[in-house]
Nanobody, 128 residues
């Protein structure tokens, strides 16, 4: 019954910024860890970030660290991925995913196998 909805994808020039949002209509999203993943054509889906439930600890892939920030507004029950200084290689379909799990050996980037519910994806294209 849990359903995730991503929004905010767009076409932006290199160096631009976007903010993606992830919501779970009718559910308390703060009960779930939420990860962001992306997949470019011809590439495997890769983990981008994770924000834990309740404590809101975060982790990032090396490729986005320092440029992307994931956060959550518990009042609005929204998880964000703020993407700054975008590069062409950031292009891809971005997915949010939710799961209930504790900190594991793969922290701070839990495997996609840890997540039970996925959104439909939103396209981010970085190009001039």
């Amino acid at each position: 019954q849990l359903r995730l909805v991503e929004s905010g994808g767009d076409l932006v020039p290199p160096g631009g910024s976007l903010r993606l949002s992830c919501t779970a209509p009718g559910f308390t999203l703060d009960y779930y860890a939420v990860g962001w993943f992306r997949q470019a054509p011809g590439k495997e889906r890769e983990a981008v970030s994770c924000i834990m439930n309740i404590a809101h600890d975060t982790g990032y892939s090396d490729s986005v660290k320092g440029r992307f920030i994931t956060s959550r507004d518990s009042t609005k029950e929204v998880v964000y991925l703020q993407m700054n200084n975008l590069k062409a290689e950031d292009t891809g379909v971005y997915y949010c995913a939710a799961g209930k799990f504790t900190y594991g050996m793969d922290w701070p980037l839990p495997s996609e196998r840890e997540y039970s519910v996925w959104g439909q994806g939103t396209q981010v294209t970085v190009s001039s």
